[in-house]
């Protein structure tokens, strides 16, 4: 079973910088697709990011330029740098995988597993 394992989450004021970070158990992440979403309170669910199995990425229009998904194939880690942050971008982050996807096309999907949230506060 995979286990998703988020980290990184804080407190910054805007402007700053944040790094998520997602540990898998139990999946190689590097062969299938993964992805960050969030969700802020009132708000719906929300892609931000997703990488492939061969490392195209996909950026939400309103990150674009200021975040960047990556992956560590020997960590077995996904990654969510986040710079230039706003307090727009406060909301519950969670990462996400799916051994049924290769590509971001057919990501998220109904066998897509998540990890348990990390909160990112944004001060301004």
């Known amino acids: 079973q995979v286990q998703l394992v988020p980290s990184g989450g804080g407190s910054v004021q805007a402007g700053g910088s944040l790094r998520l970070a997602c540990a898998a158990s139990?999946?190689?992440?590097?062969?299938?697709?993964m992805g960050w979403f969030r969700q802020a309170p009132g708000k719906e669910r929300e892609e931000v990011a997703c990488?492939?199995?061969?490392?195209?990425?996909r950026y939400a229009d309103s990150v674009k330029g200021r975040f960047i998904i990556s992956k560590d194939s020997p960590k077995n880690t996904l990654y969510l740098q986040m710079n230039s942050l706003t307090a727009e971008d406060t909301a519950m982050y969670y990462c996400a995988a799916d051994p049924m996807s290769t590509t971001c096309y057919t990501f998220p999907s109904s066998s897509t597993s998540w990890g348990q949230g990390t909160q990112v506060t944004v001060s301004s």
């Open positions: 990488i492939d199995r061969d490392a195209p990425t």
């Open positions: 139990g999946y190689t992440l590097s062969r299938f697709s």
